[in-house]
């Protein structure tokens, strides 16, 4: 049974009551307060108080101070006004117990709400941190996009710029094969002149034709070796094929999946998309996925991630057949947090890393690493538990992805701190 304290003293104001309750040992730990507008209750094993006020009170203002062995209550009123008692008195307990479980239905109530509120609260934060990241990538998408125009219409000046030079330098080189054939003609002009006053043998009018035909003829052909260039020397290449050859035992290959993986990476080499309208102002080496490949990886080891995501980007509207475009993509994404979209990047990698065989191992082995990275800084540690396993089956000696996922299990068990 516990011991109900009764020698507690109070005092009243018409708009506040103070209230002083001694606990021998209490402390703020072990004490437990229940407070409501007409009801007041402190358990402290074995001890127990219980008051019916007198009055309703503003249980959400009033205050409660626990230390040196006493609890002093100030409990602000409803209305204005002086009690006569603290706690009601000549009131069956019955009507005691309907008001303390009116009391303590309030509070349950009350608490409900709270829990409620404070639901809404977290949601309307989640949209809001959500609303701001999609407002954020749109502004990342369009400065890339204005990035790309601007890029674009600089290309297209010095392609313009280049065009007029050239056009610049042909005019130039007309005009000075007109002045030197110009030239020409003036000295033929002035050698038949000399051959005019100068004494002629017999037969002169022969000689004279036969030398001005002879000019015109060295004339000519000089023009011609000066305007035709030299033909091209015809020759051939010739190209042989190493046949490929697996090593491993018949019984143990994968012959039929180690054809169809190269069979799909020819397909993939072949698959280009050149009729894309924006793209014909580009350089021949621009329309190489393989060019675009070494430059997005350049650029990432620079740590320009963006400028690497638009070249991956453009390498994939030219073949979105090439696996380690995805998973290059990825780890771009991955080092920018758009960890959504370096899910789907590794996703698509892995889709087109099909069939598994050893010359694929290593990109499958990275995906469901950056895979697996991308789950676990969204939190979600089971999904990213399970690509770091089926990394390990790729790869069971890799020692950084046994302790990585070996921390992940320990923050699934919860013996471990998130980082």
Known sequence: ????????????????????????????????VFCTENYLKVNF??????????????????????????????????????????????????????????????????AKEAREAKAAARREDQKYALDAMMKIEEEERKKIEDMKESERIKATKELEA???????????????????????????????????HKSLPRNSSRYLATKGRN??????????????????????????????????????????????????????????????PELCDLKEEEKNPEWLKDKGNKLFATENYLAAINAYNLAIRLNNKIPLLYLNRAACHLKLKNLHKAIEDSSKALELLTPPVTDNANARMKAHVRRGTAFCQLELYVEGLQDYEAALKIDPSNKIIQNDAEKIRNVIQGTELKS
Not at 17 to 26: M, N, T
């Open 1 to 32: 049974m516990p011991l109900q304290v009764s020698d507690y003293s109070w005092q009243q104001t018409k708009s506040a009551v103070f209230l002083s309750l001694p606990l021998k040992g209490v402390c703020v730990r072990d004490a437990d």
């Open 215 to 276: 000019l015109e003829n060295i004339f000519s052909e000089k023009l011609k070796e000066d305007s035709i260039p030299a033909p091209r020397s015809v020759g051939s290449i010739k190209i042989n094929f190493t046949p490929r050859v697996f090593p491993t035992a018949l019984r143990e290959s994968q012959v039929a999946e180690e054809e169809e993986w190269l069979h799909k990476q020819a397909e993939a080499r072949r698959a280009m998309n050149t009729d894309i």
């Open 162 to 196: 280049w065009k007029e030079c050239q056009r610049k330098a042909e005019e130039q080189k007309r005009i000075q094969r007109e002045e030197k054939l110009h030239q020409k003609e003036k000295q033929m002009e002035e050698e038949r002149k000399n051959l005019k």
């Open 45 to 110: 094993p074995p001890f127990l108080f219980e008051a019916f006020l007198y009055a309703p009170i503003d249980d959400a203002s009033s205050k409660a101070k626990i230390g040196n062995d006493t609890v002093i209550f100030t409990l602000y009123k409803k209305e204005a006004a002086m009690w006569e008692t603290l706690s009601l008195t000549g009131v069956d307990k019955e009507m005691l117990q309907k008001i303390r479980e009116k009391s303590i239905l309030q509070a349950q109530e009350r």
